[in-house]
């Protein structure tokens, strides 16, 4: 075998491939319900907490800035850990689905409220007297008035950010989630062939390169235009 | 509520895992003080390409950055730790780490550093080299310092992340601070040791965490 022919047979290994294709694709549906889920329940809790601040009340306020921060300081992987060696401790025994789940939203919740919010602060306080001076209550305002202009303002940075934390999926490979990267690295392990890992990777690039070029996209026609 | 401060915050087992999670935030500290620069490095070199517009320089240059973002660092970091062994190149966790930085934080660095030059006026450049300056000199002493200035927060904001990511060193064995606080919790069988580890990446990260927020929220008000 020349040595080109043997560097194939090691990491593109047909048999191998073909043998480990139906996990690896079990682990792409887990990676791709995972990402919808942290998404939604990141963006929409984010939302939720940016609407909960603009009502300005103090206390609520610092509480919820002080847990955008906390969230925004601890490393993802060390949210999981947390939650799923920490947590059976408190007689609490989350699954790594539900731990890498609930770790990555509360963590796109921070960053996207933080967007949000710095959404919301950048309408002049003319737009709130004026829309409150022709009669609308004060969550009439926010929702027809100061959200149409804000949210068109996050999208941008949103979209960065969203992409970032969905990534990191793959950490759920450390609390033993059957993801992409889970299944590839035990396929390896049982395979001795590194083969499972090049479909791994491959999978990663299919599902994530249109998203990033899609917001790529989305970014230069939301572009900030005076 | 006894009970879950023994488990949470057991002062007992928080002194006896102090020394292991302290080795554990040097080495953190020393991880980023390695992996930020080549970051940087790789960034720069990718934005200082980004510059020749040549279409067969472009194009390869945004797949590659492209690649990068789309890929997750944890899958690059893993075929690396144990997908090179295969090729006969055993390169340890701490090397791994280095590369996998440098391909992935570089892509983001870039991207950012990219901004920052075409944020500086083109007839800065050529003032620059009309009064005799070379096209390395232009860049260096009047693009660059301008550049960075002008795209500092994002660059900071990238450098948590960056910071932040080094705790994925613990899946390849790198003794940085989650690994040695994950060692010291599977010897006590008591989660005390990580949530130590939590507290001391807040205390460390948060200054720049409440930074960031302050100069974000100015960036978005300004661009309206």
Known sequence: MSKWEKFLD?????????KYLPDILSGVLVTIELAVL???SGLVAGLALALVRSLGLRPLNWLIIFVVDLFRSLPPLVIIVLMYFGLPAADVSPSGFVSTWISLALVLMSFSEEIFWAGITSIPKGQWEAARSTGLSFGQTLINVILPQALRLTIPPLTNRTIAITKGTALG???????????????????YNPSPLMMGAAAY?????????????????FAWKR | ???????????EIAAAALP????????TILLSLLVVPLGLLGGLILALLANVRHPLVRWPLMAWVDFFRAFPPLVLLVLLFAGLPFAGLELGGFACVAIAFFLNTGAYY?????????????????AARSTGLSGLQAMTYVVLPQAVRNVLPDLMSNTLEVVKLTSLGSVVAVPELLFQARQAQSVTYNPTPIVMAAVVYFLILWPLVRLLSRLENRALAARR
Request: proline share 2%.
């Open chain 1, 10 to 18: 090691t990491f593109f290994n047909a048999r191998v491939m073909e």
């Open chain 1, 38 to 40: 942290i998404v939604i």
């Open chain 1, 173 to 191: 490979t450390v609390v033993a989630v059957t993801e992409i990267l889970g299944q590839a690295s035990s396929a390896v392990s049982n395979s």
């Open chain 1, 205 to 221: 690039i299919v599902l994530f390169l249109p998203v990033v070029v899609i917001g790529r996209w989305i970014e230069t026609k």
């Open chain 2, 1 to 11: 509520m006894e009970a879950l401060i023994q488990s949470f915050f057991n002062a």
């Open chain 2, 20 to 27: 292991i999670v302290l080795d554990g935030l040097l080495n």
């Open chain 2, 110 to 126: 870039g991207e950012i550093l990219r901004a920052g030059i075409d944020s500086v006026p083109v007839g800065q450049v050529e």
